[in-house]
């Protein structure tokens, strides 16, 4: 059986309870500025998700826009036109009345309104995954 030398015993050395402390405190302000940060990245990527949404609202509008051309050999001039018999006529892709609830998934909670102003499109997102958002952006009617 072996003993260690009380010499090598005196050499040893553990953390004192200044420097835990100090550690502590370093990562406590890490962990506080780190946290508002990361909250902000949410917010931030929950307002570009709805803008994708309003994106591909926008991208609808337009393709409507192209098959009412096709189907009536004429320009529409309102957005009640594009949604509606002549136009895309399918609620599934856009409210057949030009204003209403888009159909984006469980992801999104996205309106149309092509009836305030009958040449423009306002496109809203309240919600994304859940998360309250407000996003509002227009869609113009092409001249």
């Known amino acids: 059986m072996t003993h260690k030398n009380p010499a090598v015993l005196a050499n040893e050395k553990g953390f004192t309870?200044?420097?835990i402390i100090a550690v502590l405190v370093i990562l406590g302000i890490l962990a506080a500025v780190a946290v508002p940060k990361f909250m902000d990245l949410q917010a931030d990527a929950r307002a570009k998700a709805a803008q994708s949404a309003i994106s591909e609202v926008k991208s609808?509008?337009?393709m409507g826009y192209g098959q009412y051309l096709l189907k009536n050999s004429e320009k529409p001039t309102t957005i009640v036109l594009i949604c509606g018999e002549k136009g895309v006529n399918d609620d599934t892709i856009l409210p057949k009345t030009g204003k209403g609830s888009v159909p984006m998934g469980a992801d999104f909670t996205v309106t149309l309104d092509g009836?305030?102003?009958a040449s423009i499109g306002t496109i809203t997102v309240t919600k994304v995954q859940g998360k309250d958002v407000t996003v509002t952006d227009d869609w113009d009617l092409p001249i």
């Open 17 to 19: 309870l200044v420097e």
């Open 60 to 62: 609808r509008l337009s």
């Open 115 to 117: 009836t305030t102003k």
